[in-house]
């Protein structure tokens, strides 16, 4: 690596930065069009990177062509390429040319967006942009801020982070009322009577949330779709509370990660409100496709939530990271979470005309994330999302049909959107060396689940750049594969 020689060392100015930064955007897009040339899934061993790279950070600047010369030699061996046609894993992550522009401005403007005062269109373009959101899924007017009432929306990192953050504001809640009506239970008392649910399918964001909070969740087991229903929630409901336990927090998935299964929200938002339990609904991958009116129904029952999230970075063409997030009371999370040290006031907190984010977060600084969402939906407009949506549904149940055509193999879940769970008939042994045939070759990436006790195999439509052609390919490469291993004599 050369390096310069510390008499010649000058910071980057504004002329060398125009040429570099077209430089980079050159170097970007052809990352993004040459992406299905490269192999989805690298070739290296844990620990590739170190021996690759000095010890140490150079004492004196490196030349910036080395370090573009690096980014072939030592980064991209090393990438997984979420966004080549033939990555099939996981949930989609967004991406698109307006959102990188967007994040690049972001950058430029490098502002700590904590309060109003630290960046006013920081924090009034994010409200503005939550309702826009908002009313693209058509939720209920106490979500909007623009009603003037308690609710609203906020962006936050990540569906974990939202899920914890409503826990703490639950658990804060339910803390304060209970003493309210009996002064003499201490904090401690009531901790260790509370007691949150959710579906054996949900997350395990949501199990971690009840470790980070020192707070019992209890798995609902859900019905032959895999989806929680009201009658078993009840009855945890009644178990618990004749042991003496407070129930108080419930997260209903809608999406969930697995098989992209529905909780049953109209059968469980009425428990919630009649129990007086806070209603958390997680729809991290799925609520992207509430924009589509013929999916919107998907989302009935959201009337009986208090918060509601989720992830326009999945699925809607944003980059990580945005997390949607809307509450129908703001003050149970500025009662739980707000702090005001002399250095963080301003003359505008109290005028009922702002809101400081800070208090709606676990941390205290924040990014001007708004700017993805603001350029996204300009550039596309809602009938472009929608459009883009509609077409990786399509694909999904393009190869379901596939999938269905081949009396070896069967789908193992219900396809609503982009999600397809399959298998070859046959053992968990037989399937999981299906997978690891599949993933050791390279030519396209998946990842697993268990649904009860079957090994089972998925296939999510994520790329923004994936065809038909792309889909056609993975299954006959799958296929083949399972000819071979049926052919060695595995069952």
């Given at each position: 690596?050369?390096?310069?020689?510390?008499?010649?060392?000058?910071?980057m100015?504004?002329s060398?930065?125009?040429?570099?930064?077209?430089e980079m955007?050159?170097?970007?897009a052809?990352?993004i069009?040459?992406?299905?040339?490269?192999?989805?899934?690298?070739?290296v061993?844990?620990?590739?990177?170190?021996?690759?790279?000095p010890?140490?950070?150079?004492?004196e600047?490196?030349?910036y062509?080395?370090?573009?010369?690096?980014?072939?030699?030592?980064?991209?061996?090393?990438?997984?390429?979420?966004?080549?046609?033939y990555f099939?894993?996981?949930?989609p992550?967004?991406?698109s040319?307006?959102?990188?522009?967007?994040?690049?401005l972001?950058g430029?403007?490098?502002?700590?967006?904590f309060s109003w005062a630290?960046?006013?269109?920081?924090?009034?373009?994010?409200?503005v942009?939550m309702?826009w959101?908002?009313?693209?899924?058509?939720?209920p007017?106490?979500?909007?801020?623009?009603?003037?009432?308690?609710?609203?929306?906020?962006?936050?990192?990540?569906?974990?982070?939202?899920?914890?953050?409503?826990?703490?504001?639950a658990?804060a809640?339910?803390i304060?009322?209970?003493q309210?009506?009996s002064p003499?239970?201490t904090?401690?008392?009531?901790?260790e009577?509370?007691?949150?649910y959710?579906?054996?399918?949900?997350?395990s964001?949501?199990e971690r949330?009840g470790?980070?909070?020192g707070?019992?969740?209890?798995?609902?087991?859900?019905?032959?779709?895999?989806?929680?229903r009201?009658?078993?929630l009840?009855?945890?409901?009644?178990r618990?509370?004749a042991?003496?336990?407070?129930?108080f927090?419930?997260?209903a998935?809608l999406?969930?990660?697995?098989?992209?299964?529905?909780?049953?929200?109209?059968e469980?938002?009425?428990?919630?409100?009649?129990?007086?339990?806070w209603?958390h609904?997680?729809?991290?991958?799925?609520g992207?496709?509430?924009?589509?009116?013929?999916?919107r129904p998907?989302?009935?029952?959201?009337?009986?939530a208090?918060?509601?999230?989720?992830?326009?970075?999945?699925?809607l063409?944003?980059?990580f990271?945005?997390?949607?997030?809307?509450?129908?009371?703001?003050?149970?999370?500025?009662?739980?979470f707000?702090?005001?040290?002399?250095?963080l006031?301003?003359?505008?907190?109290?005028?009922?005309?702002?809101?400081?984010?800070?208090?709606?977060?676990?941390?205290?600084?924040?990014?001007?994330?708004?700017?993805?969402?603001?350029?996204v939906?300009?550039?596309?407009?809602?009938?472009?999302?929608?459009?883009?949506?509609?077409?990786?549904i399509?694909?999904?149940?393009?190869?379901?049909?596939?999938?269905?055509?081949?009396?070896?193999?069967?789908?193992?879940a219900e396809?609503?959107?982009?999600l397809?769970?399959?298998r070859?008939?046959g053992?968990?042994?037989?399937?999981?060396?299906?997978?690891?045939?599949?993933?050791?070759?390279?030519?396209i990436?998946?990842?697993p689940?268990?649904?009860?006790?079957?090994?089972?195999?998925?296939?999510?439509i994520?790329s923004?750049?994936?065809?038909?052609?792309?889909v056609?390919?993975?299954?006959?490469?799958?296929?083949?594969l399972?000819?071979d291993l049926?052919?060695?004599?595995?069952?």
């Amino acid at each position: 690596m050369g390096a310069i020689a510390s008499d010649e060392a000058v910071t980057m100015n504004a002329s060398e930065f125009r040429r570099r930064g077209r430089e980079m955007v050159d170097y970007m897009a052809d990352y993004i069009e040459g992406i299905e040339e490269r192999q989805v899934y690298p070739d290296v061993s844990p620990g590739y990177l170190r021996p690759l790279i000095p010890p140490t950070a150079p004492q004196e600047p490196d030349k910036y062509e080395d370090i573009m010369s690096d980014i072939e030699k030592i980064i991209m061996p090393g990438v997984t390429h979420w966004h080549s046609p033939y990555f099939f894993a996981y949930f989609p992550t967004g991406s698109s040319y307006a959102t990188m522009l967007a994040d690049m401005l972001s950058g430029a403007i490098g502002c700590v967006g904590f309060s109003w005062a630290a960046s006013p269109a920081c924090t009034e373009l994010e409200t503005v942009m939550m309702d826009w959101l908002g009313k693209m899924l058509q939720l209920p007017e106490a979500f909007l801020a623009e009603k003037g009432g308690e609710g609203g929306g906020v962006i936050q990192g990540s569906a974990s982070e939202a899920t914890l953050l409503s826990l703490l504001a639950a658990r804060a809640k339910v803390i304060r009322r209970l003493q309210a009506a009996s002064p003499e239970l201490t904090e401690a008392a009531i901790l260790e009577k509370l007691v949150a649910y959710t579906s054996d399918q949900a997350h395990s964001s949501v199990e971690r949330a009840g470790l980070i909070a020192g707070v019992k969740i209890k798995f609902i087991p859900s019905d032959d779709k895999f989806a929680m229903r009201a009658s078993a929630l009840q009855e945890a409901l009644e178990r618990d509370k004749a042991a003496g336990l407070i129930p108080f927090f419930v997260v209903a998935t809608l999406g969930t990660t697995s098989c992209c299964s529905f909780d049953k929200l109209v059968e469980v938002g009425p428990i919630c409100n009649k129990e007086d339990m806070w209603l958390h609904i997680d729809a991290a991958y799925a609520g992207s496709a509430f924009i589509c009116p013929e999916f919107r129904p998907l989302l009935n029952g959201v009337e009986f939530a208090d918060s509601f999230i989720f992830n326009p970075h999945k699925w809607l063409l944003v980059n990580f990271d945005c997390c949607a997030m809307w509450v129908k009371n703001s003050t149970d999370l500025t009662g739980a979470f707000k702090m005001d040290p002399l250095y963080l006031k301003h003359r505008h907190q109290d005028s009922g005309l702002i809101t400081d984010y800070r208090h709606w977060q676990l941390p205290l600084g924040r990014r001007f994330r708004s700017l993805k969402l603001w350029f996204v939906c300009r550039m596309y407009g809602v009938t472009g999302l929608q459009a883009y949506i509609r077409k990786h549904i399509q694909l999904a149940h393009e190869f379901e049909s596939l999938v269905r055509q081949d009396a070896r193999f069967e789908v193992c879940a219900e396809v609503t959107l982009g999600l397809v769970c399959f298998r070859l008939k046959g053992s968990n042994k037989l399937n999981k060396a299906l997978l690891e045939r599949i993933n050791t070759a390279k030519k396209i990436h998946l990842v697993p689940c268990h649904l009860r006790d079957k090994f089972v195999l998925r296939l999510a439509i994520c790329s923004r750049v994936v065809e038909s052609s792309h889909v056609q390919l993975a299954w006959e490469h799958i296929r083949g594969l399972g000819t071979d291993l049926l052919a060695a004599g595995m069952e």
